[in-house]
């Protein structure tokens, strides 16, 4: 059984930064891909990144050039460090092992 843990969420001003934590429990191996998605309210849940075993990134176009994300396969962690915080990056953010498995979220509010 796997299970996924988000942290780092929270109230930030716009412009601020914040770097989201999801550690991975159970038979979870270094060649799945890992990502992040987010869901605002009243909106459906979104892609904002992923990664591959070999490090290959890929980022949305709304977070490309702020957000980094970033693994490691000896700990089985990935991260997301967000910069330069908009207002409409609120959402509740979810890790993710592909294909199937997703973590329970993290709150994080962007404040203008």
């Known amino acids: 059984q796997v299970q996924l843990v988000e942290s780092g969420g929270g109230l930030v001003q716009a412009g601020g930064s914040l770097r989201l934590s999801c550690a991975a429990s159970?038979?979870?191996?270094?060649?799945?891909?890992m990502g992040w998605y987010r869901q605002a309210p009243g909106k459906q849940r979104e892609w904002v990144a992923s990664i591959i075993s070999g490090g290959s990134t890929s980022y949305a176009n709304s977070v490309k050039g702020r957000f980094i994300i970033s693994r490691d396969n000896v700990k089985n962690m990935v991260y997301l460090q967000m910069n330069s915080l908009k207002p409409e990056d609120t959402a509740v953010y979810y890790c993710r092992v592909f294909p199937t498995y997703w973590g329970q979220g993290t709150q994080v509010t962007v404040s203008s």
């Open positions: 159970g038979s979870i191996f270094s060649s799945n891909a």
